[in-house]
């Protein structure tokens, strides 16, 4: 039930971003209160920049199906993510710190970090204390999930 909550919170995050994104941005000439009427031939909103540039960003893959980067890191397993939600605190919160210390923008990281987790001798908090190997398709991908939560600072 505690991994349902998990994936509650983070889509209910995701549209809040979109959402405020939007609500955020202002008109180009500076009127506020009166946006410009819609039209029939206005363009829908395009997703936010953080989503588009997450390397897993793309559709959903089929069951049992595994995207692997040309890094040779797996970024995308075809199974819905499982995980406590101590597990994902955990998870997130290790590779936020992974990433603030090594600088830069974290969404550039999180194929470096799975690297790290997918081919690291030992285990820890990143990696439901389990080789990478020995976690299931869905932990595998409630790792990624926690990866990308952690890139955005969504770890709660």
């Not at 595994?66 to 597990?87: F, L």
């Not at 970090?113 to 389990?130: E, H, I, M, N, R």
Request: glycine letters at 8%; charged letters at 15%.
């Amino acid at each position: 039930m505690r991994r349902y909550a998990v994936w509650s919170a983070v889509a209910a995050v995701v549209v809040v971003a979109a959402v405020t994104s939007s609500a955020c941005s202002s008109n180009q000439d500076g009127n506020h209160d009166n946006p410009p009427p819609a039209s029939s031939t206005a363009a829908a909103p395009s997703p936010s920049p953080s989503l588009e540039q997450t390397p897993t960003g793309a559709a959903p893959l089929a069951p049992d199906a595994v995207a692997v980067s040309p890094g040779g890191v797996t970024t995308k397993v075809g199974a819905p993510a499982e995980s406590t939600e101590d597990d994902y605190f955990q998870t997130c919160r290790a590779a936020r710190t992974w990433m603030t210390q090594r600088g830069g923008d974290p969404r550039t990281q999180i194929e470096p970090y799975l690297k790290t987790l997918q081919s690291a001798p030992t285990v820890g908090t990143g990696d439901f204390a389990k080789p990478w190997a020995q976690l299931s398709p869905g932990q595998q991908s409630g790792v990624i999930v926690a990866v990308e939560a952690a890139a955005g600072a969504l770890c709660g």
